[in-house]
C-alpha cells in the first residue's frame, strides 16, 4: 500500500524524552485512509506534501506509532561552508570536505587570488564551488553570505567557523581596538554563523558545526590575550551548543591546534617559534592537511560533540605554558 503525505507541520520541536526532532503529518492511502504520523528529521531536507511513501508502525516504551518513510530516495549532495576558506587551513579543509565528496561554499573578505586558486582547486575535484564574500564579524555580511550560498548551493551541512585573525602584544601595549577586533573575528564571528546557519540546518534536518580554536585556547600564551580569550571562548561556545542543538540533529566540537604551516603561525617572532619547536614532543610545524584530515574525521564520525579535540604534536603535556 502506498501513502502520500498531506500535509505535515513546520514546526520542528525537540520532543521529550527521546532528545530528538520530529515532524508530524498526515498521510493518506489509495483508499483515502488517513493517519497521523511522525516523520524523523532525517527525511526534513526533502520533505514536501505529496510525497509517496511507506507508513510503518514502529513499537516504543509507550506503545506503537505510526511513521511516514518517504520511498524516493533523492539524494542531495551536502555543502559545506567553510569561513576564512580562501587560504591556509580553511583552504585545506575546503580541498579534503571536497574530496570527500561535499559541495564546498568558501566564505572570506574577498575575492583574492588566493580564493581563486583555492575556488579552482575544488573545483578540479569534480565538485561543486562557490566564493561568497562574507566579514565574520559583521552580522548583516554573515545573513547576507549564507542566502547566497543557499540560493547557490541549496543547503548547508557543515559549518566550519575557521575565520581568525591575531593582533599580538603585552597586555600593557595591547590597545582596546586590538583586543576588539580579535575577539569580534574570531569569537563573535563564530557566534554569527553558528546563529544563521543553525536555523538552515534544523529545517533540513541537522548539520555539523566545526569551530577552529587553538591549543591557545587551553593553555593560554604570553602576547596573546585577546587570541587566548577569544579561542576560549569559542571552546564554551562549543560546549554550549552541542548541548543546545543536539535535539536538532546538529553536532558541534571544536579543534585545537597547535602552530600550523601557514601565514599566520610564520608571522609569529623567529625565536618564539624556535621555542615552541624546543618544547614540542615532535619538534615540527603541523600541516594544514593534516588538521583538514581531523575535520573530515569529525564531520564523518556522528559520535562526536561537544569536545575540544587537540592536535598539537603533544605540546599540551610537555609544559604547563603554551
Ligand atoms: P590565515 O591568516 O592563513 O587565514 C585566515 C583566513 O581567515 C584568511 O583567509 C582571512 O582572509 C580570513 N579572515 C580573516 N578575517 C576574516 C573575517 N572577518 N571574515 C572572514 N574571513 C576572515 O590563518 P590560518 O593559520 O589558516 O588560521 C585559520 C584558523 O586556524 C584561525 O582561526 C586561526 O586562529 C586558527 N589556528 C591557526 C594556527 C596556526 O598556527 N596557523 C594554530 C591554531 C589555530
Redesign the pocket.
Known amino acids: 500500500m502506498v501513502w502520500k503525505l498531506v500535509t505535515y507541520t513546520e514546526l520542528y520541536t525537540p520532543i521529550p524524552p527521546y532528545k530528538s526532532t520530529y515532524a508530524i503529518g498526515v498521510a493518506e492511502d489509495e483508499s483515502g485512509n488517513k493517519a497521523i504520523v511522525r516523520i524523523d528529521r532525517k527525511y526534513f531536507g526533502r520533505l514536501r506534501s505529496g510525497m509517496l511513501g511507506d507508513v510503518i508502525e514502529e513499537w516504543t516504551v509507550f506503545g506503537t506509532i505510526k511513521r511516514f518513510v518517504p520511498k524516493e530516495e533523492v539524494k542531495v549532495p551536502r555543502v559545506a561552508l567553510i569561513?576564512?576558506g580562501?587560504?591556509?587551513?580553511?583552504s585545506s579543509i575546503a580541498i579534503e570536505l571536497a574530496k570527500a565528496g561535499f559541495s564546498i561554499a568558501i566564505?572570506?573578505?574577498a575575492y583574492d587570488k588566493e580564493a581563486e586558486k583555492t575556488l579552482e582547486t575544488v573545483k578540479s575535484i569534480g565538485v561543486e564551488a562557490v566564493f561568497v564574500a562574507?566579514?565574520?564579524?559583521n552580522r548583516e555580511s554573515v545573513e547576507k553570505g549564507v542566502s547566497e550560498v543557499l540560493s547557490k548551493l541549496g543547503r548547508v551541512d557543515v559549518l566550519v567557523n575557521?575565520?581568525?585573525?591575531t593582533r599580538d602584544s603585552y597586555l600593557q601595549r595591547m590597545s582596546a581596538e586590538d583586543w576588539e577586533a580579535v575577539i569580534r573575528?574570531?569569537l563573535t564571528?563564530a557566534f554569527h554563523c553558528s546563529k544563521v546557519v543553525s536555523q538552515y540546518m534544523i529545517r533540513t534536518g541537522g548539520g555539523v558545526i566545526v569551530n577552529?580554536s587553538?591549543?591557545v585556547g587551553l593553555v593560554g600564551n604570553v602576547g596573546q590575550a585577546n587570541y587566548a580569550a577569544s579561542k576560549s571562548g569559542l571552546i564554551g561556545l562549543t560546549y554550549t551548543l552541542a548541548k543546545e542543538l543536539a535535539p536538532y540533529g546538529i553536532r558541534v566540537v571544536a579543534i585545537a591546534?597547535?602552530?600550523?604551516k601557514?601565514?599566520?603561525?610564520l608571522a609569529v617572532p623567529k625565536s618564539i617559534l624556535r621555542d615552541y619547536l624546543k618544547r614540542s614532543p615532535i619538534p615540527r610545524l603541523i600541516e594544514?592537511e593534516e588538521v583538514a584530515r581531523l575535520v573530515r574525521h569529525i564531520v564523518e564520525n556522528e559520535a562526536l560533540n561537544g569536545v575540544v579535540i587537540p592536535i598539537d604534536l603533544g605540546l599540551t603535556i610537555s609544559s604547563p605554558r603554551a
Open positions: 569561513t576564512g580562501a587560504r591556509g587551513i580553511g566564505a572570506d573578505l562574507i566579514d565574520v564579524s575557521n575565520a581568525g585573525i573575528v574570531n564571528g577552529v587553538s591549543i591546534p597547535g602552530f600550523v601557514t601565514r599566520m603561525a594544514p
